[in-house]
């Protein structure tokens, strides 16, 4: 029961602990490779191979993003199923008769696919975004803020290309990028050669949420993770959202974007589910996994409905955008998000997403930090 228990809360969302668990896991002696000035100036060469990177690999260009969108639309991110973390919501238009329920972005996971159709994309062509977002539901530490800054982009494919080897081929594309954007900031700063993190790895190691169990079943979800990035430091997980052989998924992913419940088959023959996943390297600085990027080929209406239903969230088909999937307006599609300050900080050698981006942070955080000397901007 009790390692039931604690599966049950390793699925209960990221950033759940005390500030106590995160002093202790902040390293002890850290100095930054680079100053303030020096990272900002980094990042903006990151930023700009990144996205000529994604313009380039996906054939994708840049559109603008909202900010804010109508609550009804059903467009927002609810980031998972259980409903534990709300966008906040507000009233605006001043003057009008009925002022307009809106809702501040968490991500624009769904409204990309929709963008696919408003700027009129074909197959094989689509859109990125500089995406900011606010997650008020984060419990505050070194590696997760209210504030969200993501690349999100968006594809239109084919049919014929809802497959884990169109899935696969696309991450490769994307880990090319993140180690050429590596590999550039070495030639700018030489000094993050000799930083906490080894050289990323020329390839990925792809394995299924099912293999990681079946290889660690004794374990929850993020020691899983912790236990196979000691093997291969960076790897892509097939399958996160459908129900392992433990009885529990992998983590909960939400029911209305990436399809989760296609049935597919292992190297070996075994059936497994899902054409989804994440990204994940090894931070040998904070020694935890460290997620760069979620993705993954999105839902047609029959595996929306059959995932609805699962979750248990079947009044969703009422709303506007998962009627545009249930009609065939909008295309079929492939997705994701990158993390900017999260991509920003590994490459970089950061402790703290903090050290990167400028928010918001708890006093309390601001002084465990201190201690540790990983200065927070604000």
């Known amino acids: ?9 390793d699925l209960a969302g990221p950033g759940i602990g005390t500030y106590e668990e995160v002093a202790a896991g902040l390293p002890t002696g850290y100095t930054s490779l680079l100053d303030p000035k020096e990272t900002q100036q980094a990042i903006a060469i990151a930023k700009k191979n990144i996205e000529e990177g994604l313009c380039r690999e996906l054939n994708l260009f840049r559109i603008e993003c909202p900010l804010i969108l109508d609550r009804d639309s059903g467009m927002n991110d609810y980031l998972d ?12 238009g001043l003057g009008l008769d ?21 700027f009129g994309c074909d197959v094989g062509q689509g859109i ?44 490769k594309r994307l880990w090319k990028i993140f180690k050429e954007t590596e590999q550039l900031l070495f030639k700018e700063f030489p000094k993050l050669k000799d930083g906490p993190n080894p050289e990323l790895p020329d390839e990925l190691t792809f394995i299924h949420a099912e293999e990681i169990l079946a290889k660690f079943p004794d374990l929850p979800r993020k020691q899983r993770e912790t236990a196979i990035l000691q093997e291969h430091p960076a790897i892509f997980i097939y399958g996160i959202g459908w129900t392992l052989e433990d009885g ?43 997620e760069l990027s979620s ?28 009627k545009m999937i249930l009609n065939d307006e909008i295309p079929q599609a492939i997705g994701g998000g990158i993390g900017q300050s999260r991509t920003y900080s590994y490459l970089l050698g950061k402790a703290a997403l903090g050290e990167c981006s400028v928010t918001v942070w708890p006093k309390k955080l601001h002084e465990i930090c201190a201690e540790k000397n990983i200065h927070l901007l604000t």
């Open 248 to 290: 529990y998924p992998h983590e909960m992913r939400a029911a209305d974007y990436d399809d989760w419940v296609t049935e597919t088959t292992s190297k070996d023959g075994r059936p497994m589910h899902g054409l989804n996943g994440d990204i994940l390297v090894w931070n040998f600085l904070t020694k935890r996994r460290h």
């Open 128 to 171: 990125y975004t500089d995406m900011r977002a606010v997650r008020k539901d984060y419990f505050l530490d070194h590696d997760h803020s209210s504030y969200v800054d993501q690349w999100d982009w968006e594809r239109v494919i084919d049919p014929k290309d809802r497959t884990l080897d169109y899935l696969t081929d696309t991450v």
């Open 1 to 9: 029961m009790a390692a039931n228990a604690d599966k049950t809360a």
């Open 81 to 92: 199923r259980d409903g534990s973390r709300t966008p906040i919501d507000f009233q605006c």
């Open 295 to 322: 993705m993954g080929i999105r839902v047609t209406k029959e595996t929306l409905k059959q995932q609805l239903k699962l979750t248990g969230q079947e009044d969703f088909l009422t709303m506007p955008y998962h």
């Open 98 to 118: 009925k002022r307009i329920n809106a809702q501040v972005v968490q991500a624009a996971t769904k409204w990309k696919r929709f963008a696919l159709k408003q």
